[in-house]
């Protein structure tokens, strides 16, 4: 009932643009950074929804940080884009709350004094551009200016069957809250963690993971998982910890060697290439499957139209339709999607 009540409330919420202040940072390695943000005591989201960030302001700090002269870029192309004029993302980045909780819960380094009775928000934020380079910039005590939350969210099952939770690469940050959200609601919970290596996976370690080979053996050595008590499988590429093969692999493997059958639900958050791979299991398993998708995203409220991905649609003649991933997303039932 209060799983119902608490969705009922997130469903209500308007997105409000706020400035959030950056109250810890924790380089996690390979270009991925976890920044804690103080939000106000009335926040509520729940795991898939998402922010969309400015990146714009205080562009003469990132330049520094790149060992660039903000002024002196004679080289830069004289065109009349905004972008290319100003030099820096004009459009939002969208990023996904990956956690959430209250500020006594902030134990990183570099915490701030905050008011008690506020929120903490965490955003997970891998380096691959212009404004994810910009969030990594920001320093403790700056502020960022950013809209939600938006989309929609995983909905967890009704009874107390198995929910699986797999998520891989790029594109994992939900996972954790989704985990955390699960366990409050004491849902039986293992999770599928796969990486290229054993140093790629954004987590914090409690100890060496080992590596497994061929075989499913449920750790609890990660302790963003362990914290909710959730096993978890991991698998790399090349084997440097838990099963050696793709995330989806083990998954398979453990439904062939380990399932006797009973009800489970999985949940997917990950690189394109994974979800495809996920959907593709849970087809052949008869399992429901919802899972996050990542699209290049511009208003991130259903206006610029930039966002569209092809749904099944049984009541279109060509059985599909276009559907905007962040007003009608972005978690989607894995069945409904058309990948091309
Ligand atoms: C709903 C949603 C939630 C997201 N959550 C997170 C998150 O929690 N953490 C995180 O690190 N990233 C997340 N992303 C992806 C993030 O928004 C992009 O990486 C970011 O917009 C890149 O901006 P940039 O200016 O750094 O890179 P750009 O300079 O704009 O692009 C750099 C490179 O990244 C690629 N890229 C840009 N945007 C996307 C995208 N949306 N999906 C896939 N590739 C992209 C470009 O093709 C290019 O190769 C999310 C995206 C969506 C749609
Ligand atoms: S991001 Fe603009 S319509 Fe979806």
Redesign the pocket.
Known sequence: MANEETTRSVDAVRPRRLDLPVVARHPLGHGFLRLSLDAPPDWLSLPGQ?INVL?ESDMAALAASEGRDAEVEADWPRATGIELIRRW?VVR????V?RVGTMADVASPGRVAHEVGRMRLE???????????FLHSRPVGSLLNAVGPL?NHFAPPQDDRLCILVGGG??V??IFGLADHLADLGKPCLCFFGAKDAGDMPVTYRRTPEPTGSRIAPTEVVEEFAEDDIPAVLATEDGSAGFRGMVTDALEAYLRDAWKGEPLALFGCGPTAMLKALGAVAARHGLPCQM??????GCGIGVCLS?AAKRRDPSSEKGWTYRL??RDG?VVDAADMIWD
């Open positions: 998402f990146c993302p980045r969208p990023f996904s990956s955003i997970l934020v891998r380096a691959v551009g212009t404004g994810s380079r989309g790029c594109g940050a939900p996050s998708l990542e699209r290049f995203m966002c991933t962040c972005p």
